[in-house]
């Protein structure tokens, strides 16, 4: 399947069509376009996928990890355990809220937090674990600290199975186009704390936890997630099954394609589900790699960012994981419109560039 013009083969297209179209018309319909019944559906839906109590829709993963911070009520210069190779969102929401988010390195095979790399020092007060491109985290081995999953890509994974978003005290989902459900951009925090639900809805309507109240409790944001957004994501995470499947399918076909080239290939541990937000493989000379797949119309991607490597962090220092991954890591095509000739292409190319 091309793009319409060209035969590009786009590194994203989200699984969208007359469904999620019917939703939107319904909502523009009704009028309600926001704080209105689809947010409630789309909430209770997720809070199923995430076998959580409650999930709160907001508008954007960065505004959930920003509002669970938040919400963990701690004091300004108090530590966060942050993994080095993540998308910057994950430090920067804990730097936003006058905390320090202290890097931790990766494993460089599962590109996940090492928990053998963790240090508790006196003002490490909670940790926030990333399942890197869906591939759950051994959060399992991290310090009892209060733990803020970033599952921003890891709808639909589970750990040990355990549904990644229900792991810790809250957890952040993403819905940018990239992710397995997409509302355009917007995010939810799921949990199970009564506490922390109540919180974070409070935070993303300025601190109003109902229209009743006369009075603010605290001063709060406007993060809100309109009905017209929830209404696109609305049946997708009502067929999330069926998307991961389709995901599923692709890593497999290019699992199948790609095993004798001299790649790392993504993994999961044993007993668990990945969330295949990403196909993320590690290559030498990814720059020249990814250049070459570009120039035959194949829109491959870095993987996400050694965040001690980036300005505001950069005093923390090295993190050989993490910069190894970051060297290495490529991201290929990865959505469920990509046909076997399109997997044998991208394939072929990779291969054509790896022998070269
Ligand atoms: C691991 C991780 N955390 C946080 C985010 C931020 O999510 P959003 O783009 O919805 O703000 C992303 C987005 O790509 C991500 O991959």
Redesign the pocket.
Known sequence: MVSGEDDRIRLAWPDVGPVELDEVARVLRDGMLTMGPLVAEFETELARACETTRALAVS????A?HLAVLALGLEPGDEILVPAY??P??ANVVAFSGLRPVLVDVDPETMNIDPSRVEVGPRTKASMP?H?FGRPARVEELPDLPMIE?A??ALGARRQGRACGSLGLAA?L???P?KIVTTG???AVTTNDEEIADKVAGLRNHGWRSLADADMPVPGLNYRLSDILCAVGLPQVRRLDELLAGRARIAAGYGERLAELPVVLPTVDEGDVHGWQAYVLQVDDRDRVLRELRAQGIEAQVG?FAVNLLAPYREQGSFPGAERVFERALALPFHTRLTESELDRVAAALGRSLAA
């Open positions: 954007s993963g960065t505004a990890l993540t998308f969102a994950t990333v890197i970033d921003a890509g952040c993403s819905f940018h990239r951009e917007g995010g996400t």
